[in-house]
């Protein structure tokens, strides 16, 4: 990874907080290789962060994981299913937001994409104000 491999932000801007962005989210075992499928995510936060210790500093995102795999509810977590909250979210399937599933990547092609089905992206939607509460409730620390 390198500082040419991220995104121009004059071109591909950063993510705003409480966006949803279209990412390959990594493994737990593989913290900074890009995951094998592209999953929506909400961005906590967006900035730089100096690469190494090489005083060269590169857009950077922290984000909370979300999944289809609605099965895995549990205190931490909670489903998008409302249909208006879906489409403002740029989500099509009832997602759940795990909220103790976090990460920070760079911000770059190789994490964050536009989705094949509809060329959108990186940035697919918002979070909507009504749902940011249950983010907070759940993680007062975003």
């Not at 491999?5 to 409480?18: A, E, F, M």
């Not at 962060?49 to 999944?67: A, Q």
């Not at 760079?106 to 909507?128: C, Q, T, Y």
């Amino acid at each position: 990874m390198s500082p040419g491999d991220c995104y121009d932000t004059g071109v591909v801007p950063l993510p705003r907080r409480w966006d949803f962005v279209w990412c390959a989210f990594p493994h737990v075992d593989k913290p900074f290789a890009p995951g094998p499928y592209y999953r929506p995510c909400i961005v906590r936060k967006a900035g730089y962060r100096e690469l190494g210790k090489t005083g060269t500093n590169i857009p950077w995102v922290s984000i909370l994981y979300c999944t289809k795999q609605l099965d895995r509810l549990d205190e931490y977590s909670f489903i998008i299913d409302d249909p208006d909250h879906l489409k403002e979210c740029g989500l099509r399937l009832e997602t759940l937001v795990v909220t103790n599933r976090t990460s920070g990547l760079p911000w770059m092609a190789l994490f964050f994409d536009r989705r094949k089905s509809d060329n959108k992206g990186p940035v697919i939607g918002v979070l909507p104000d009504v749902l940011r509460a249950k983010v907070l409730a759940l993680r007062p620390d975003f």
